[in-house]
């Protein structure tokens, strides 16, 4: 049998090249297969080894965390077995289980969105294309719903904007299509503003996002402009990328949408990662209903 990390190249090798998997996965993969081979020192670890590595994940790391780097290790053996490289995959006999806390996403309330994106428009001046740049960055984190990752990957070949639309291709997990919309005027006249004035750099790279180096954005850059205007609001709120995505998401459900419609907004492959969307919806209605109903500003006594 071929050493351990000589079967992880391969394998990674044919996840990009052959199964085509998305950059992501593939990153992913690449790193939780490193940190296997590391606790077992190279060697083929045998099914006690496996069990000390699942007890090591899960001091170490969250339910989450620890979830995903199991499926890497585990996809990875089920690809040996399927090539007939081991005769009997190890985490087939092994029990594991991992308590999943039940975490209800983080929504950024809208007041603080509304400050966020006043602050960068009134950083605004003719000539600063950097700041044109944040602003529609954030905008359209906060009106599409995409990930970071998405709109970062976002070439000028799916992107146009037509008369009263603004259509984006959206390539999501397991390269997944979709196509966003946006039809709001002053979105569509930054969008316009902005491809103008970036037009070289996104020819340059087919990239619609453009970095201080006229470079493809990344998502660690957009992380950096989101704490720029937050520092600038003088607030320690501590608020990511994918928080955008997560309050677009409850704010529509509570506007009454499909739940449908937004898990195919979402790119969402099962309705039922959408719904957890519903149990914050459904912690908002609470609150609304204390602070509106007027049996609230009543008082009686017995």
């Not at 309330?109 to 000539?127: K, M, S």
């Not at 201080?212 to 609001?233: C, E, F, M, N, T």
Request: contains cysteine; charged residues 25%; glycine residues 4%.
């Amino acid at each position: 049998m071929k050493p351990i990390n000589e079967a992880i190249k391969t394998y990674l090798e044919a996840c990009e090249y052959e199964k085509e998997l998305s950059p992501h996965t593939v990153k992913a993969y690449r790193i939780d297969l490193a940190q296997f081979s590391r606790f077992t020192n190279g060697v083929w670890p045998e099914k006690d080894t496996l069990s000390e590595y699942v007890k090591h994940l899960n001091t170490h790391f969250a339910p989450r965390s620890v979830k995903r780097k199991l499926a890497s290790v585990c996809a990875f053996y089920h690809e040996l077995e399927r090539n007939g490289e081991v005769e009997i995959n190890p985490f087939d006999k092994l029990h594991i289980k991992i308590h999943m806390s039940k975490q209800l996403p983080r929504t950024i309330p809208e007041h603080t969105v509304q400050n966020l994106l006043r602050c960068a428009y009134g950083a605004y001046a003719p000539g600063r294309r950097k700041v044109l740049r944040d602003i529609f960055v954030l905008e359209l984190l906060f009106s599409s719903g995409a990930r970071v990752s998405e709109l970062c990957a976002l070439t000028s070949s799916g992107f146009s904007i037509d008369g009263n639309d603004m259509s984006m291709l959206i390539f999501g997990k397991g390269r997944k299509e979709r196509i966003i919309h946006i039809t709001t005027p002053e979105l569509l006249r930054l969008g316009e503003k902005y491809c103008k004035e970036y037009e070289a750099e996104i020819q340059r790279t087919n990239t619609i996002l453009i970095n201080d180096r006229g470079d493809p954005l990344s998502p660690q850059s957009v992380r950096r402009i989101i704490r720029k205007y937050l520092a600038k609001l003088g607030t320690r709120t501590d608020i990511t990328p994918h928080m955008f995505r997560h309050t677009f998401a409850t704010s529509l459900l509570e506007a009454g949408m499909d739940i449908r419609y937004i898990q195919s907004l979402l790119g969402h492959s099962s309705i039922s990662t959408t719904q957890i969307y519903t149990h914050v919806a459904a912690h908002q209605q609470t609150i609304l209903l204390a602070e509106k109903h007027p049996r609230g500003k009543m008082s009686f006594s017995l």
